[in-house]
């Protein structure tokens, strides 16, 4: 019996798309057939970066990759970019929130907008794309989001961040139970530290600490996010909502 993945005619949101392990994403859920939207804030470079992926998708198979500018922080941006991709595509399957910010500070010294900026981001950014996205997505679809190791291990400066994830795997918890309904399902990836650019900015004497906590001795790549993310799309995955995946070497620290 063959187990592969195929989500041909099935399309996928990946918010956060230009870069790192939503870049990863979207090459992944590509790979299996999928019409990929990459989702970029409009910020900075972020959206040639993900015009160049979709550019790279799109030079593999015609037609099979756009993206879309939306701040997930702002709920009036996200409905758009929701009916935009009603209008476009005619519907959405599965929906991979992925965007995240760090403003990382000790609780004494960070400021209010240092909060603020994460918790819209990381926490209320997912609520604004589950609520807008179940307006169009198909029954029988999912919904993955990115939650954190952080958010179990509490690590020194990431207040505002650890709380923000821990609250993401909440909400896919009561998700699964609201959506159940349609069977779609919903489902939570904490990540361990994750060789990307934002990885890269701890300090080399920090890394080599965490590295200590994990068995595997080594960090994950965001190809291995990506494949647990579609593997929780997947029809393999049929019975699972609800549920936090630790994707993170084996850390018991």
Known sequence: ??????????????????????AQMARTFHQAGATVILNHPGLGNTAADAQKI?????????????????????????QAMMEHIKETQDR??????????????TIAKMSLEEWEAVMDVNLSGVFHCCKYALEIMRDHGAIVS???????????????????????????????REAARRNIRANAIAPGVVDTAMAATIPENVRTEMLKNVPLGRFGTPTEIAQVALFLCSPLASYVTGQTLEVNGGWRG
């Not at 019996?1 to 392990?21: E, F, N, P, R, Y």
């Open 54 to 78: 979709a550019d790279e998708l799109n030079a593999l198979r015609a037609g099979s990759a756009a993206t879309v500018g939306a701040n997930v922080a702002d709920p009036q941006a996200v």
């Open 146 to 176: 990115l939650g954190s190791i952080a958010a179990i291990q509490g690590f020194y400066g990431q207040a505002n961040y650890a709380a923000a994830k821990a609250g993401v795997q909440a909400m896919m918890r009561v998700l699964s």
């Open 1 to 22: 019996m063959s187990h592969s993945i195929d989500l041909q005619g099935k399309v996928t949101l990946i918010t956060g798309a230009s870069q790192g392990i939503g």
């Open 92 to 105: 959405l399957d599965f929906l991979i929130n992925n965007a995240a910010i760090i403003r990382d500070r």
